[in-house]
């Protein structure tokens, strides 16, 4: 049983940090592409950060240069660092994961088959 589990959002002000954790049981996340992915209501859900099973790195373009993506593969986790962020940062995040190394498939949300519950992320102005 596949099971992805997002945690570190809150409420923060313009301009300060968080780091977000996609912790996985049941797979070796090292064996697959994961993404980060936000939503607010009544939009689409929206590519934030991927990082392929090849090495591969992308970013969105609205958080190029302020949000960081990494693994730890010792703690089967993947984190999404966000700096500077901004009212427009408010959403919920979501971590999924993917058996596709295809680096051009990574920022569509059907090329992904494993999605954890979210973390709401509040940016206040």
């Known amino acids: 049983q596949v099971q992805l589990v997002e945690s570190g959002g809150g409420l923060v002000q313009a301009g300060g940090s968080l780091r977000l954790s996609c912790v996985a049981s049941?797979?070796?996340?090292?064996?697959?592409?994961v993404g980060w992915f936000r939503q607010v209501p009544g939009s689409e859900r929206e590519f934030v950060a991927a990082s392929s099973l090849n090495g591969y790195i992308a970013y969105g373009d609205p958080v190029k240069d302020r949000f960081w993506i990494f693994r730890d593969n010792g703690r089967n986790t993947v984190y999404l660092n966000m700096n500077n962020l901004k009212p427009e940062d408010t959403a919920v995040y979501f971590c999924?994961?993917?058996?596709?190394?295809?680096?051009?498939?990574?920022?569509?949300?059907?090329?992904?088959?494993?999605w954890g519950q979210g973390t709401q992320v509040t940016v206040s102005s």
């Open positions: 999924a994961a993917s058996q596709t190394g295809q680096s051009n498939f990574l920022q569509r949300v059907d090329s992904y088959e494993q």
């Open positions: 049941g797979v070796r996340l090292m064996t697959y592409s």
